[in-house]
């Protein structure tokens, strides 16, 4: 049973528009939401986080919105940049001491010069 | 950089043969994980540390063993190889809720 589930493999965009990606969870209990980037051959990159008390977060060019209610997050990316294509993993982090994480399946955005 | 290290970066091995995979740290870390990234899966979680000679199991902990003699090392070893193991590993640490991995090992059984 997938509790982190990102629905799109792959997104293309244009370089310079905005880029959406989603991420559904089943588990309410969860007290982190975050992102992490991934180039080939190297691991992955903490992005950018969001705690469930909290619906927005932003840094830079990367915003996280949570919506508690659907159980669903999205990071947008405005404006896309070439160097942003990369596989994107959404996760689910919970408290026991150190934080245990569930990681979804990824999303590859590719940003089109 | 957490400084994370992993060796080695590549293996292939054959069914049935004992490997050991490493990973140290720097930085002092109390936690440490194991993950496996395999494609339509993500990263799943196999075993993680929570200090010294502390170790507990994670989603995909059967057929792996791990240890942690020193906080900078934690050690992942196949008892007996399968093809099924052929993925990559990766290692994180924890700084807060996120969490900062090594390089990886790419794994091959034959």
């Known amino acids: 049973d997938q509790q982190v589930k990102q629905n799109s493999p792959s997104l293309s965009v244009q370089e310079g528009r905005i880029s959406i990606l989603n991420c559904d969870y089943t588990?309410?209990?969860?007290?982190?939401f975050l992102w992490y980037k991934k180039y080939p051959a190297e691991g992955p990159t903490f992005l950018i986080s969001?705690?469930?008390?909290?619906d927005k977060n932003e840094d830079g060019r990367f915003t996280v919105f949570l919506n508690k209610s659907a159980k669903h997050l999205s990071l947008h990316i405005v404006p896309s940049q070439p160097g942003d294509s990369a596989v994107y993993f959404c996760?689910?982090?919970?408290?026991?001491?150190?934080?245990?994480?569930?990681f979804g399946a990824g999303t590859r955005l590719f940003v089109k010069a | 950089d957490a400084g994370i290290t992993q060796s080695p970066r590549h293996k292939v091995t054959e069914t049935g043969t004992p490997v050991t995979l490493r990973c140290h740290q720097t930085?002092?870390?109390?936690?440490m994980y194991w993950y496996r990234q395999d494609p339509g899966h993500g990263l799943r979680l196999i075993h993680y540390?929570?200090?010294?000679?502390?170790?507990d199991k994670g989603e995909v902990s059967d057929g792996y063993s791990v240890s942690r003699s020193k906080t900078e090392d934690f050690l992942l070893t196949l008892e007996s190889a399968t093809s099924s193991q052929t993925s990559v590993y990766f290692c994180?640490?924890?700084?807060?809720?996120?969490?900062?991995f090594g390089p990886g090992t790419r794994l091959t059984v034959l």
């Open positions: 994180a640490i924890s700084r807060g809720e996120a969490q900062y």
């Open positions: 588990n309410s209990m969860f007290d982190y």
């Open positions: 969001i705690s469930s008390i909290k």
């Open positions: 996760a689910a982090s919970k408290n026991t001491g150190g934080f245990k994480t569930i």
């Open positions: 930085e002092n870390h109390r936690y």
């Open positions: 540390s929570y200090g010294v000679k502390d170790t």
